[in-house]
């Protein structure tokens, strides 16, 4: 099925640095959700975003939603061990309809 | 917020024999559920859409007879794996969207599925 296109796949944080990921879409989405999944887990809803251009923080996290709606970022600033985990992007049509997701990106611990 | 919980959580059988996976929306009615399947490391794939009241709507390349859904009351779906075999091993996770506008999607913790 299709999926929107997240990248990067994975990156590698030292505590206190800035992570940024992003998700594109061929298609236009009226809603954008970001969730962590911790590992054996379902996702978890981080932040959702409902109208173009709109920017939403929610503590050290802040997403935006593309002003053509086929895209969206999502920013972590100082990160924190527990920020470890999978982070995926999703959107959606219409409220009530299914999701589509993004690949995933994971974030690691620098040795 | 609105919680959605699974049953079991984790599972093992051998092969051949059938496993139901049960999802609740647990403060919230839904009428429509959604079943997806995570492989390790990889995203997850929306596997069917349950509809209170009437048959679910699978996805492309998913088998209907393997995978049986049943929405029977407004906060209960269940997912059957029927005959089940090594390669049907995996998460299954479901989630409920909220009914308002503002509302986003709720998903259930997940059930690892172990195929003997």
């Known amino acids: 099925g299709q999926q929107l296109n997240q990248s990067p796949q994975s990156m590698f944080i030292q505590e206190g640095e800035d992570v940024s990921m992003n998700c594109t879409s061929s298609?236009?989405?009226?809603?954008w959700l970001w969730y962590k999944q911790d590992p054996g887990e379902g996702p978890v809803l981080l932040i959702a975003?409902?109208?173009?251009?709109e920017l939403t923080s929610n503590g050290r996290l802040t997403a935006q939603f593309g002003i053509t709606r086929k895209d969206s970022f999502l920013n972590i600033s100082a990160s924190i061990p527990s920020d470890v985990g999978i982070y995926f992007c999703a959107g959606r049509k219409a409220a009530g309809n299914k999701l589509t997701f993004g690949g995933g990106t994971r974030v690691l611990v620098k040795p | 917020g609105a919680v959605v919980s699974q049953h079991p959580s984790r599972v093992i059988c051998k092969s051949g024999t059938s496993v139901k996976i049960e999802c609740r929306s647990l403060d919230f009615q839904a009428t429509t559920m959604f079943w997806y399947r995570q492989f390790p490391k990889k995203s997850l794939m929306l596997m069917a859409t349950s509809n209170e009241g009437s048959k679910a709507t699978y996805e492309q390349g998913v088998e209907k007879d393997k995978f049986l859904i049943n929405h029977a009351s407004l906060t209960l779906s269940t997912l059957t794996v029927t005959s089940a075999h090594p390669e049907d091993s995996s998460f299954y996770i479901c989630?409920?969207?909220?009914?308002?506008?503002?509302?986003?999607?709720?998903f259930g913790p997940g059930t690892r599925l172990t195929v003997l």
């Open positions: 989630s409920a969207p909220g009914l308002a506008i503002s509302d986003t999607q709720y």
């Open positions: 298609s236009i989405f009226n809603t």
């Open positions: 975003l409902y109208k173009a251009g």
